[in-house]
């Protein structure tokens, strides 16, 4: 195992030779863009950086992205990538340019960016075919991805530690704390619950 100094997320920590290279070539990327003057565009996060540390370069509400390549279309249609079901989160790190790291993204903020890649990419149209419940007919529509609003946090929330904040429960007027879940969250969710999965069907297989 090998660790990583200071300019690189969670300094001192031990990383995989693939967790370097990962790093690495993100980098490499930003650097690349930003010596090209490949064209980039400024994205407005939803959380306006209220739900991460000062120190945080997020915490700004702001992040950088360049526009889409041919790169990004090759990650995009990798087969290898949507098997491991990896496929956005490898565009949305080739696509950042901002120097962040990519686990600390609240899933709200990387929502927006989701959205902000895609107008980038294809524009601001996104057409859909929706089925009415009632008579079952098929309708097209045009969504235009520009319009869709942002819910921002509310004034009211007292935070009380940088990303955790104070809620009163409505109905019995407890007083509870909590996080919004972060890339890395969401990760360590989907992995316990393959775990599970498997644990699981162990279980049934042994029992029949």
Do not use: W
């Amino acid at each position: 195992m090998q660790t990583v100094n200071d300019n690189y997320p969670k300094g001192n920590t031990e990383l995989t030779d693939a967790q370097l290279k990962e790093l690495a070539l993100q980098n490499m990327n930003r650097d690349e863009v930003r010596n090209t003057g490949f064209p980039t565009e400024i994205i407005s996060l939803p959380s306006q950086g209220k739900v991460y540390p000062a120190e945080n370069p997020l915490s700004s509400g702001q992040i950088e992205m360049k526009y889409m390549t041919a790169r990004e279309e090759d990650i995009l249609t990798s087969p290898n990538l949507i098997k491991q079901g990896v496929v956005l989160d490898k565009l949305m790190q080739s696509l950042i340019v901002s120097n962040v790291k990519y686990d600390d993204i609240v899933i709200g903020d990387k929502n927006a960016i989701m959205v902000a890649a895609r107008i980038l990419g294809y524009g601001k149209h996104y057409n859909v075919e929706l089925t009415c419940p009632s008579c079952n007919h098929k309708n097209k529509i045009s969504v235009d991805l520009t319009t869709l609003e942002e819910k921002n946090l509310s004034e009211d929330l007292e935070q009380t530690s940088p990303g955790v904040f104070k809620f009163t429960l409505p109905n019995t007027n407890r007083e509870v704390e909590f996080k919004f879940l972060t890339s890395a969250d969401e990760k360590a969710i989907q992995k316990e619950l393959e775990f599970l999965k498997k644990s699981n069907s162990k279980i049934l297989s042994t029992e029949n």
